[in-house]
């Protein structure tokens, strides 16, 4: 079946008609032409899929698009300024060799995104749990946590990590 | 993935009526982190999928003040649980559980009544609310019930649901003082992974601070389904609660349990690991006890 739904996409107004059996990810890739999301599993396991939903991060895969209805959605196209400058979490991810083949990047960054906009000052073990749904087969994750840390109001209060980060590793905070 | 029709009734009323009309061709879903993997997978193939998650009902875990009864309504996100300062300070058995469910993705979306009525022996978020001696509450055409949660599970997989009926909660009563409780998971990686078992130890302290009143322990992936180990909460009724007792209701524990070799690891080590873990999750109850009656929060 279909039905008309109207939600915010990257802070603007939409209105669309969706069939009932689309999932979220199907709506933003195919239908909105918007491909940063990416669909690794498909199933809930790696996190390439992740978005915003109403402030929190949710695997767009196993999110019906019908769901979607009169809420707010951001996906990493959100993320920079229309005149293409960076957000800071990009740029982190950039300085920090936080991506290899960039596969995972999109939804490591909405997974740092929704943390740290719920938490701007998550330490080292909050980061890992917020991104503990997100599967990298590149970095070994260490410049990826180094990455969210340089961002996060916590490091910002301990400049001197910052400074040497690349050698800092695994820090416990 | 497969064509369905998907509908948001608001009431319970309106969601068994909907069943009804659509009988073995309509599913429930709720936060459908199940549900919609296994039609991917097309292990299912319903023609309606009747979501739950629009019923007007309580979003977060909250206390009855008059009888001191947790309520954990059926749709409320584990995430929800995980975030609820209320179960935070009281329920840590509840906390420790939710908190390692799958991804916040995850959490942000699955429901504890979903997580409940799935019923493998794995799901995380029965063990807790077995040991907190959980009733289940149950909604159906014929009206509402009630059963103990413990008996809710009736085998891999299986619920006591009568077609179309709903979990809508999980009541439980009120903690005797000075409790404390705990639960682990014991698996390769803490986050997204089947555990090989899941330990929960509650326990409820006489004044002296050291004897046992009452004691709950409970094993998931130890059995068919979860289960409460009697024999060895009986052991420690009376005792003084230290590493030994303990260790002495681990043993007795992982004799009850019913593990056998699987994918999982084979039923001699997960048996130790029972005994191993009772004890480490009872010492931590005996300290948050403790903690609580210290700070003056002994869960009145
Ligand atoms: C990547 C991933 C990781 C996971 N990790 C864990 C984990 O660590 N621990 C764990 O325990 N589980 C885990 N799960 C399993 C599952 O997500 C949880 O059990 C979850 O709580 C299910 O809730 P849901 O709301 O998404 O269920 P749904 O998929 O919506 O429903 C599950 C089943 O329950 C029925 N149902 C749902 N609610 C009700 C109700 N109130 N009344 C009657 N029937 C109902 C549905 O019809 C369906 O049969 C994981 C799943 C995924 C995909
Ligand atoms: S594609 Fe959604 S979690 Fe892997
Ligand atoms: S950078 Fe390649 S998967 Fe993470």
């Known amino acids: 079946m279909s039905r008309e739904i109207a939600f915010v996409f990257n802070g603007n107004k939409m209105n669309m008609a969706i069939e009932d059996h689309w999932t979220l990810l199907h709506l933003i890739r195919e239908e909105l032409g918007y491909t940063g999301t990416k669909e690794g599993c498909g199933s809930g396991e790696c996190g390439a899929c992740t978005v915003i939903v109403d402030g929190n991060a949710v695997n767009s895969c196993l999110y019906l698009a019908a769901e979607i209805d009169g809420k707010e959605l951001m996906t990493i196209e959100g993320l920079a300024s229309p005149d293409g400058t960076l957000h800071p979490i990009q740029k982190a991810f950039v300085e920090n060799g936080g991506i290899q083949c960039g596969f995972c990047s999109p939804g490591m960054i909405i997974s740092a995104k929704a943390l740290l906009d719920e938490n701007p000052n998550a330490n080292e073990e909050e980061i890992k749990e917020a991104i503990a749904g997100n599967l990298c087969r590149c970095t070994g994750y260490v410049q990826i946590v180094d990455s969210i840390k340089s961002v996060s109001g916590h490091e910002a209060q301990e400049p001197h990590v910052v400074a040497f980060r690349s050698e800092e590793g695994d820090r416990g905070d | ?300």
């Open chain 2, 1 to 300: 993935m497969r064509k369905f029709t998907y509908l948001v009734p608001k009431t319970l009323d309106e969601a068994i009526s909907l069943y009804q009309s659509y009988g073995e061709r309509a599913k429930y879903i709720a936060g459908g982190t199940d549900v919609l993997v296994k039609i991917k997978e097309g292990k299912l193939a319903p023609d309606y999928l009747i979501s739950l998650k629009h019923i007007i009902s309580q979003d977060r875990p909250f206390l009855n003040h008059e009888t001191g009864e947790l309520y954990v309504g059926a749709f409320v996100t584990h995430r929800m649980i995980e975030t609820s300062p209320l179960v935070q300070a009281h329920y840590p058995i509840l906390y420790d559980a939710v908190k390692n469910i799958g991804s916040v993705q995850i959490r942000n979306v699955a429901t504890i009544g979903g997580n409940l009525v799935n019923a493998v022996p794995s799901a995380d978020g029965a063990i807790p609310l077995i040991t907190l001696d959980g009733k289940a509450n149950i909604y159906g055409a014929k009206g509402q019930r009630s059963v103990d949660l413990l008996r809710f599970f009736l085998g891999p997989g299986q619920c006591d649901l009568e077609r179309g009926e709903i979990l809508t909660e999980v009541v439980v009563p009120r903690l005797l003082p000075r409790t404390g409780s705990a639960y682990i998971k014991h698996g390769r990686r803490e986050a997204m992974e089947l555990p090989m078992l899941g330990v929960g130890v509650l326990l409820s302290l006489e004044a002296d601070m050291e004897t046992c009143a009452k004691a709950g322990i409970s094993l998931g992936v130890a059995a068919p389904t979860p289960i409460r180990a009697l024999q060895a909460e009986k052991h420690l009724v009376g005792k003084t609660i230290n590493e030994e007792t303990l260790a002495e209701a681990g043993k007795i524990a992982g004799e009850e349990s019913k593990v056998r070799d699987s994918i999982r690891g084979v039923a001699w080590y997960r048996r130790e690991m029972v005994a191993v873990l009772v004890t480490r999750m009872g010492m931590k109850a005996l300290e948050r006890a403790s903690r609580n009656a210290e700070v003056g929060m002994g869960n009145k």
